[in-house]
C-alpha cells in the first residue's frame, strides 16, 4: 500500500525506534518492541505537530513521522477508501457489469457518480466488471474488451475460496495468461 516510515513510537512514557506500516486492516510497528493493532480497535486517530496520535483499547499512542505523513495516515485511518474507490472507479465513467449482479457495486458505482451501462452492445467503456464463472468464460474476454476505450479497464471477477476446478478426466483446466488489447 505504500505506507511504512521510520519512526519513533512512545507509549506507556518510553520511546521505541523502528519501522511503522500502515496496511488495509492493521497498523504494524517493527523495532524493539512489535505493535499490531487491528484498524477496527482505534477509537481515534489525529495528527498533531508531526505525531500520529492514536487511542486503542483504553491505551494512547504517538508515532513520530512527520507532519505531512501523520495528517495522511490520521485521515486513512478515520476515512479509508471505498471499494469503489480502490477499484479506480471516477465520477463521469461509463461501466458495465457483464456476467454479475451486484447490487452493493451498482449502488457504490452510481454513489461515485459514474453511469452503469445495462445494454450489451455499449461501447466506449471505461471499466468493466466482467464475471467469469467457468474457464469457459474468459474465452470472451478478447469481445468483451473491444467494448472498452483505448485506456479502459477490465476486473474479472471469480467466486472467492473455491477450489481449482478439474475437468472430467482429473486434470486442471487450462488458463492461458494473455494480454487482451483493445486497437
Excluded at 85 to 100: E, H, Y
Excluded at 121 to 150: N, Q, T, V, Y
Aim: aromatic share 4%.
Amino acid at each position: 500500500m505504500g505506507y511504512d516510515s521510520p519512526c519513533t513510537l512512545t507509549i506507556n512514557g518510553r520511546a521505541f525506534r523502528g519501522i511503522a506500516v500502515l496496511e488495509h486492516k492493521e497498523l504494524l510497528f517493527r523495532g524493539d518492541l512489535r505493535l499490531v493493532i487491528p484498524l477496527s480497535g482505534i477509537d481515534e486517530a489525529r495528527a498533531d505537530a508531526g505525531r500520529l496520535v492514536i487511542v486503542f483499547g483504553g491505551r494512547s499512542a504517538a508515532l513520530e513521522i512527520g507532519a505531512g505523513m501523520a495528517e495522511k495516515w490520521a485521515k486513512r485511518i478515520t476515512s479509508p477508501p471505498s471499494r469503489v474507490d480502490k477499484l479506480g472507479v471516477k465520477p463521469g465513467m461509463r461501466i458495465a457489469l457483464v456476467g454479475m449482479d451486484d447490487d452493493a457495486l451498482i449502488e457504490d458505482i452510481g454513489a461515485k457518480g459514474a453511469q452503469l451501462e445495462t445494454s450489451a452492445r455499449s461501447k466506449g467503456l471505461d471499466m468493466i466488471f466482467f464475471a467469469a464463472h467457468a474457464p469457459r468464460d474468459l474465452s470472451r474476454l478478447e469481445a468483451i474488451a473491444g467494448r472498452l476505450e483505448p485506456a479502459g479497464a477490465i476486473w474479472l471477477i471469480r467466486a472467492k475460496g473455491r477450489p481449482a476446478r478439474r475437468s472430467a478426466s482429473g486434470s486442471r483446466w487450462p488458463l492461458e495468461r494473455r494480454q487482451v488489447s483493445s486497437t
